[in-house]
């Protein structure tokens, strides 16, 4: 449950592992708008309901530049939330232009585990100024000038073509995360359809190679469907634990910036 809205978001510590990288540009038209909302219901060994988690896009402006606002928003439910209460805030602050971010906030109370952080990103001096309210403290820190945050990397991949990716191809990114830089690798599995409450949909499955562990049953723990479409939602989501399994499901939508093409039969 901890990890309950880092699935979604893709909020995940990765390890590197030995495949061909490939470089990925953006795409032509937007994958998303103001406007988009996307709801996911989570479950815990496929029969337990865990939670819900929203993501929602909005338009801002910073120095005058046009921007989007995207709030995330985990939340645990039912019998879970008696013995483990999630309550997770994330916002990410980002360009339209360069999908780069210059402002971050991780909120979180997961089972008394809590953060409240607020980071600010300077691509000028490549520096991200680290605020944390918890512990009344404010670190600099050096980053790239790529850098991505665990909620903006969501978009920034999503915005990428990736018509020329082959089975076994890796996309990364870096992510700052936790006080320091991450490389983020997602390997490119194969193209699916794959059923969900709305119907069949065709489907890219991808797998972020995770720390076992704790968490974490194996490397190989986690599995993401996105939309094969110019939208690529998540669709569905699953993970190995340790302890059980977690599963996350596309529950509801609006807004989208593409059709969103349905197969019925």
Not at 18 to 41: C, M, N, Y
Not at 108 to 133: M, P, R, S
Not at 144 to 160: K, V
């Amino acid at each position: 449950m901890k990890k309950l809205i880092l699935l979604i978001t893709l909020f995940i510590t990765t390890i590197s592992f030995g495949q061909s990288v490939k470089t990925v540009i953006p795409e032509k038209k937007s994958a998303f708008q103001e406007g988009e909302w996307l709801r996911f219901r989570m479950s815990y060994s496929n029969f337990l309901n865990a939670g819900y988690s929203t993501i929602e896009v909005k338009g801002t402006k910073n120095n005058g530049k046009e921007a989007f606002h995207i709030i995330g928003k985990g939340k645990s439910t039912g019998l879970v939330s008696l013995f483990f209460k999630v309550e997770d805030d994330y916002q990410t602050f980002m360009y339209k232009e360069s999908l780069k971010p210059y402002r971050f906030i991780r909120k979180i109370n997961e089972g008394g585990y809590t953060k409240d952080q607020e980071i600010f990103f300077n691509h000028d001096t490549q520096l991200a100024t680290v605020n944390n309210y918890k512990h009344k403290t404010v670190e600099k820190h050096p980053i790239s000038s790529d850098i991505q945050d665990m909620l903006s990397a969501l978009y920034f991949l999503r915005n990428q073509n990736i018509s020329n990716l082959k089975k076994g191809d890796n996309i990364e990114l870096q992510m700052f995360m936790d006080d320091e830089i991450t490389v983020f690798k997602l390997q490119f599995l194969e193209k699916e359809t794959i059923k969900t409450k709305f119907g069949k949909v065709k489907a890219i499955a991808f797998r972020p190679l995770v720390q076992a562990g704790r968490v974490f049953k194996e490397q190989e723990s986690v599995t993401v469907w996105v939309s094969d479409d110019a939208n690529k939602i998540p669709l569905l989501i699953k993970a190995n634990l340790a302890v059980g399994s977690l599963r996350a499901d596309l529950d509801a939508f609006k807004g989208l910036a593409n059709p969103f093409n349905i197969i019925f039969k």
